[in-house]
């Protein structure tokens, strides 16, 4: 039987140290949600969900064939977006979480770490450079009600933490691809 996998594309942060909305900025002619978006196509997934407050990234995930589902609780922090794409996957046997300022990941690393968790999909699958997690980060579907009690700006960090054990690196193609925006120096 084949793993049934979701995604959820967090794109819900308020950019206050970039100083807004980073998600329409492009880098290198490409804003960064849609590089996102293009790393993670909806069709790789059983359901695929884009959490946000903007409705301009809402409409780009609709025309891309995601869920698009308007995050209400934004300023609560990453727990709110967590628990929001969560609940739009249904039925699954694993969820991967993406954050949307990863400029340069590609999906040969996203298909490497989808494949991962289907040959051991009790663990949970981070993808990683030189020993180091980073994002995406698949969690088991038996791991959802911790991921689902999470609040505030914590995020599934706090469900690794408590679940070492089972945690599994998968090397990116390359260490830029882990490598975030925060600042507009970052965009460089």
């Known amino acids: 039987m084949a793993v049934r996998l979701g995604a959820v594309l967090m794109a819900s942060g308020s950019g206050r140290r970039f100083g807004g909305n980073k998600l329409l900025v492009p880098v290198e002619g490409v804003p960064l949600i849609q590089r996102t978006m293009d790393a993670l196509p909806a069709g790789l997934f059983a359901r695929a969900a884009v959490c946000s407050p903007y409705p301009e990234v ?14 209400p609780q934004a300023g609560e922090g990453i727990a709110a977006s967590i628990r929001l794409g969560l609940s739009a996957l249904g039925a699954v046997d694993g969820a991967l979480f993406a954050v949307c300022d990863q400029p340069f990941l590609n999906t ?53 933490r408590a679940h070492r054990d089972r945690l599994r ?20």
């Open 58 to 71: 809402l409409a780009l995930a609709e025309r891309r064939g995601y869920l698009a589902r308007f995050n």
């Open 108 to 160: 040969q690393s996203i298909l490497r770490l989808m494949n991962a968790f289907a040959e051991s999909p009790a663990s949970i699958c981070a993808l990683a450079w030189g020993g180091a997690r980073g994002n995406p980060v698949v969690f088991p579907q038996d791991l959802f009600a911790g991921l689902s009690a999470l609040t505030g700006d914590t995020g599934g960090g706090a469900v690794i």
């Open 169 to 188: 690196l998968v090397e990116a193609s390359s260490p830029l691809e882990l490598r975030d925006v925060d600042a507009p120096e970052d965009m460089i």
